[in-house]
Nanobody, 125 residues
Framework: QAQLVESGGGLVQAGGSLRLSCTGS????????MGWYRQDPGKQRELVAT???????TYADSVKGRFTISGGTAEDTVYLQMNSLKPEDTAVYYC???????????????????WGQGTQVTVSS
């Protein structure tokens, strides 16, 4: 069973917008931060934006002013509104949830990252 499910990717022209959604299956306890990462083939996965339980958001410099993360850990749902998209935003976008609990509800010594399956975003020039 997938713990995180993303949707909303697709093909868009430069300057356009897309909205990604990520919904948790409620099987992950104690999520304290959720976010979006992206990865191009041959490159490392990079942070795009995160939101904490307290609503504090962080953004990669490359997306500040263009992307907005919303939702929250209380709802196990997070969104990424992407405006003014550029070809360099093309990547597979992954939803992430970080927790101090395992899937059996066991407390962990270190945080664990949970990932969705990824959704492709392609921006044409």
């Amino acid at each position: 069973q997938a713990q995180l499910v993303e949707s909303g990717g697709g093909l868009v022209q430069a300057g356009g917008s897309l909205r990604l959604s990520c919904t948790g299956s409620r099987t992950i306890l104690g999520i304290y931060v959720m976010g979006w990462y992206r990865q191009d083939p041959g490159k490392q996965r990079e942070l795009v934006a995160t939101i904490t339980t307290g609503g504090v958001t962080t953004y990669a410099d490359s997306v500040k002013g263009r992307f907005t993360i919303s939702g929250g850990t209380a709802e196990d749902t997070v969104y990424l509104q992407m405006n003014s998209l550029k070809p360099e935003d093309t990547a597979v976008y992954y939803c992430n949830a970080r927790s101090l609990y395992g899937l059996r509800g066991e407390a962990l010594r270190y945080p664990r990252d949970y990932w969705g399956q990824g959704t492709q975003v392609t921006v044409s020039s």
